[in-house]
């Protein structure tokens, strides 16, 4: 088994949940809860898995800003050898100041502003991953006025359906908003061909996100390789094709994507083309290697059910209630007994929705006892929320048995920043 296929990477000391050599209790104790808790040696161990199976050819590892930008997170992954995947003017902002280099930075996104699209250039990224013939003829405007010319790709839908868990996490067919259709992207190189301010370098894809086969990826590869070759017998030669991100990681007891396997089928398709090739995993790198610790508060029954109420809820993993998101809890400290019932772990925000598990089948913990939501590396902080004035929760990392705090816990002065 190669490294391309995913272990857990909290394990336990003498009945004690730890990262790295720190326990679990005492970073709970020393911070308080909720806290989010990084091994930054697992992500940096997930990057060198990319690189050792992409290395037989020429490739970036675009680090998709969006599953976790912490500034601390982004440095060491640059520090690795990534580059960035961004969405936005911040993402390009948080990729730059952790010491990315532009030229190592591609921007996707269906909303691209003219602002954003001129700090891009400006930066000198290395391209724009373009979603729309109006994008793209925004970005000759803003390039011309400039004086720059814009490196770009098109964001091929190659109208492929990805089997990922939720409709909302699958992007590559023609009724999502994603991409340019693939019989129109022809055209769009075209007329991008003569204009000076524009520079067709590269096409690219996305199409979903914790998918676990290669095989959609191959369906898409091929469409999207069709076009090359048709671009190429017609003058207009590309540098790089982005395969975009996606690859998924297990939350529960299902199996993640081999990323061997996948540059197996990846790698001599691309190589044959004589493409250099991007990938933006963003969960496959820092997903597995995060952990949200709670405290429980209390625990409620009603007539049909055992509430688990906790600290943290879905202002911190909102995952379980947008998606249906499965993470696994258990608890930090072994030692307490009791028999497996029916709980649902829910947090203290009031909304029906706001749950980490329902039906779960644990031992009823005990007030005070502190729970590990697990696989929340990705995801978890990046779509946290101030909703119900709920402070942000501080996130550390631990390298062996060094700890960080590299995000304090917000303030009550945070949450009023700006207001008048
Ligand atoms: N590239 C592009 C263009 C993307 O839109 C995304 C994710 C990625 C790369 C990285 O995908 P990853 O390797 O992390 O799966 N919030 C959802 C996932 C949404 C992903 C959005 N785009 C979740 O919690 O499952």
Known sequence: MGEGVLKRPFSRVDGELCCGGVRAAD??????????????????ERVRAFHVAFRDIDHLIAYSVKANGNLSILRRLSAAGCGAD?????????????????????FAGVGKTKAEIAAALEEGIYAFNVESAGELERIDEVASELGLCARFGIRVNPDVFADTPHEYTRTGTAT?????????????????????????VGIDMHIGSQIVDSE???????????????????????????????????????????????????????????LKLILEPGRSIVGDAGILLTRVEYVKRSRKKVFVVVDGGMTELIRPSHY???????????????????????????????????????????????LAVHTVGAYG?????????????????????EVTVIRKRETLEDLVRGEE
């Open 27 to 44: 970073l709970a104790e020393r911070f308080g809860t909720p806290l989010y808790v990084y091994d930054v040696r697992r992500m940096e």
């Open 86 to 106: 961004i969405t936005s003017r911040g993402e390009l902002f948080r990729a730059l100041r952790a010491g990315i280099a532009p030229g190592a930075i591609v």
């Open 176 to 200: 999502t908003k994603f991409g340019v259709p693939w019989e129109e992207t022809r055209d769009l190189y075209r007329w991008a061909r003569d204009r000076s301010s524009l520079d067709p």
């Open 216 to 274: 959609p990826y191959v369906r898409a590869l091929e469409r999207v390789l069709t076009l090359v070759s048709e671009l190429g017998r017609e003058g207009i030669v590309l540098e790089y094709l982005d395969i975009g991100g996606g690859f998924g990681i297990p939350y529960d007891v299902e199996s993640g994507m081999d990323v061997d396997a996948l540059a197996a089928e990846v790698v001599p398709r691309v190589k044959a083309a004589g």
């Open 324 to 370: 249906g998101g499965y993470h696994a809890i258990e608890a930090v400290s072994d030692g307490h007994s009791g028999e497996d019932v029916e709980v649902d772990v829910v947090g203290p925000i009031c909304e029906t929705g706001d749950f980490l598990a329902r039906g779960r089948i644990m031992r009823v913990p005990e007030p005070g006892e502190l």
């Open 381 to 401: 902080f990046a779509m946290a929320s101030n909703y119900n004035g709920r402070q942000r929760p501080a996130e550390v990392m631990v390298n062996g048995s």
